[in-house]
């Protein structure tokens, strides 16, 4: 064999030992996990093209893929012309490949907020405004928008968006609009009742399903005792069909709004708004918190009882009574320590 014909076999065997050593180098990079030690939420933005993503990861220090092999992969190793914006969540242990195939399936993170029962619709706002993940888009035009979307009583319109909402937690992706999240939950709320109204207890006093959401709650704050729902549901509706006044200081509150201290008074009692329901008769003209589920099964199925009262004991729990002696008994007992 002539020395020219070494010397070419030589610088081949070199070139594919070369090559061999860069597709190895190559493959090496894009097939190797991430540098994740925990979860990682990872944002693409509008338009974003694979080189832009790849070049975040580097950025981020997530990958050690150089730009060089970057763009290899980018034009024979994966389809990248389908990357969708949003925010995902990287994994330890997942590869490019793990992470542009997420991408591209929009496989978006679902960020949560809970929207609590008990609340009112101005705390609710707050809570909606201050998540960082949600874009707060409410103003007048949109909160008419969802009052224009109730479909059951009150017919001459809704004047308040209180209780008009299902209590619970919801997911979204990020930058959800607020007005958005609050359609899904009336939508929810509504849902539920469509479902539960017919199976109501027969011949009590609410006329329509707005009078079971203002009856929910009252009970959801006069209680987080699971089990004394459904009893307290029972002792508005007797005081309801015998015509007493309700006489629970929650409406109280509320009626008082921004001026209430932490404190009710006699003359707090006594003040003639259209919640006090130690003045007024029946329901009060809205709800006064969000509700839940449990609380709203209450009042369409309330407990069959003949208590008129209940008391609170101290510890969470109510003392119920059928009479006012048993009541006032009660009251010595739990509030005046006699």
């Known amino acids: 064999m ?11 065997g070199v070139v594919v030992l070369s090559a061999g050593a860069v597709a190895w180098y190559w ?3 894009v097939n190797a996990p991430l540098r994740l030690s925990e979860p990682t939420l990872f944002t693409v933005p509008d338009g974003a093209s694979g080189h832009r ?10 990958t050690e893929v150089g730009k ?8 024979v190793g994966v389809d990248n012309h389908s990357l969708r914006a949003g925010t995902y969540e990287l994994h330890p242990g997942m590869t ?19 929207l609590i029962d008990g609340l009112t619709f101005k705390q609710w706002l707050k809570r909606l405004k201050d998540h960082e993940h949600i874009e707060f888009d409410l103003n007048e035009e949109k909160l008419s928008a969802l009052k224009a979307q109730w479909p059951w009583p009150p017919a001459n319109g809704l004047t308040s968006l209180e209780g008009m909402f299902l209590a619970d937690t919801y997911h979204f992706t990020d930058q959800t609009k607020a007005s958005i999240i609050l359609q899904r939950a009336m939508q929810a ?19 329509n399903q707005y009078d079971a959401l203002i009856l929910a709650s009252i009970i959801e704050k006069e209680t987080a005792v699971p089990a004394e729902r459904a009893r307290i549901a029972g002792v508005f509706i007797n005081r309801l069909n015998t015509r007493m006044r309700l006489q629970t200081d929650p409406t109280v509150i ?7 201290d932490g404190n009710i008074t006699r003359a707090h009692l006594r003040q003639k708004t259209a919640y006090n329901t130690y003045v007024i008769r029946g329901l009060p003209p809205t709800p006064i918190a969000m509700a ?8 369409l199925k309330p407990a069959q009882t003949e208590d008129l009262y209940f008391v609170a004991r101290g510890d969470g729990s109510h003392q119920f009574s059928r009479t006012l002696a048993e009541h006032n008994q009660a009251v010595r007992k739990y509030q005046l320590n006699q």
């Open 2 to 12: 002539t020395r020219i014909k070494v010397l070419v076999l030589t610088l081949i």
């Open 27 to 29: 493959q090496h990079q």
């Open 53 to 62: 993503v790849m070049a975040a990861l580097r950025q981020q220090q997530l």
């Open 68 to 75: 060089l092999s970057g763009k290899i992969w980018l034009k």
């Open 96 to 114: 490019l490949q793990d992470a542009f195939r997420k991408i591209s399936r929009g496989d978006e993170y679902q960020f949560t907020i809970s």
């Open 189 to 207: 709320l509504q849902r539920f009742v469509d479902k539960h109204w017919p199976q109501r207890a027969a011949g009590g006093p609410l006329d």
């Open 254 to 260: 509320y009626g008082i709004g921004s001026d209430y």
């Open 292 to 299: 839940g589920r449990p609380a709203i099964l209450a009042a």
